[in-house]
C-alpha cells in the first residue's frame, strides 16, 4: 500500500514563517514534489527533491529525508497570496506518475 | 507558450448519462495526465500516455472510463454512464522530460462535472 500523511489545515500571520510536513510509506520512491492550488485554480509545480536535503526557490523552500520518509515545504515572508492549498507528491517509479497527498489547506492572516 | 487546454470548464449531467471531456497539453510534450479530484483530496491519476500509448491506466475504472490520445497530441476522457460519486474536477496535465532532469507536469484548469 502506500499513504501520504499532511496536517489538514495550516493558519499563519502575514510576513511570518510556515512548515508544512508530509510524510509518505510508499513500495517505491524516486522522489517528493509538492505543487500549490489556489481554490477553483489548477495546481502549479513548486518544487521536486530527489536528494536528502535543502531545495531553496526564492521564498519556497523543500526538504527531504529519504531514511526518515519525510519532508517538509517551508514558506518564508508570508503574504496574503499564498493562502492555497499545498499538496506533497510522491515520484514512485521511473513512469513520473505521482501519488498525492489530501494536500494543507494554509490560511494567512493579516 | 499556451498551457494546457481544457473544455468543457463546467458539465452538469444527470447520472446515467454520458459525458466526455477534452483536453490539449502543451505543444511538444509527449506525456500526457488525467486526473480526478473531489473536493477536499488530492488528485487522484486516472491514466497516463506517453505520446499515443498508455503506461499506467491501474486506476480508471473502466467498466465506465475511457480515454483515448490516438493522435499522441490531444486527448478525450469519457465517462458513460456517470454515477453521483464521478462528481468531481477532472484534470488534466502534460509534462515534456527531455533529459533535462525537469520533473514539473503542467496542469490546465480543469473540468467541474457534477452528477445529479
Known amino acids: 500500500g502506500q499513504s501520504l500523511e499532511q496536517p489538514s489545515e495550516v493558519t499563519a500571520v502575514e510576513g511570518a514563517i510556515v512548515q508544512i510536513n508530509c510524510t509518505y510509506q510508499?513500495?517505491?520512491?524516486?522522489?517528493l514534489s509538492w505543487y500549490q492550488q489556489h481554490d477553483g485554480g489548477a495546481p502549479t509545480f513548486l518544487s521536486y527533491?530527489?536528494?536528502?536535503g535543502l531545495e531553496e526557490t526564492g521564498r519556497f523552500s523543500s526538504f527531504l529525508s529519504r531514511s526518515d520518509s519525510y519532508g517538509y515545504l517551508l514558506l518564508q515572508e508570508l503574504q496574503m497570496k499564498d493562502s492555497a492549498s499545498y499538496f506533497c507528491?510522491?515520484?514512485?517509479?521511473?513512469?513520473?506518475?505521482?501519488?498525492f497527498g489530501s494536500g494543507t489547506r494554509l490560511l494567512v492572516r493579516p | 507558450e499556451a498551457g494546457v487546454a481544457q473544455s468543457p470548464r463546467y458539465k452538469i449531467i444527470e447520472k446515467r448519462q454520458s459525458v466526455a471531456f477534452w483536453c490539449n497539453p502543451i505543444s511538444g510534450h509527449a506525456t500526457l495526465y488525467w486526473y480526478q479530484q473531489i473536493l477536499g483530496q488530492g488528485p487522484k491519476l486516472l491514466i497516463q500516455?506517453?505520446?499515443?500509448?498508455?503506461?499506467?491506466d491501474s486506476q480508471l475504472p473502466k467498466d465506465r472510463f475511457s480515454a483515448e490520445r490516438l493522435k499522441g497530441v490531444d486527448s478525450t476522457l469519457k465517462i458513460q454512464p456517470a454515477k453521483l460519486e464521478d462528481s468531481a474536477v477532472y484534470l488534466c496535465a502534460s509534462s515534456n522530460h527531455d533529459g533535462t532532469g525537469s520533473y514539473e507536469q503542467y496542469f490546465g484548469p480543469g473540468t467541474r462535472l457534477t452528477v445529479t
Open positions: 500516455f506517453q505520446n499515443n500509448g498508455v503506461v499506467d
Open positions: 510508499t513500495s517505491g520512491f524516486y522522489g
Open positions: 527533491n530527489a536528494l536528502d
Open positions: 507528491a510522491v515520484k514512485k517509479d521511473s513512469s513520473y506518475k505521482l501519488i
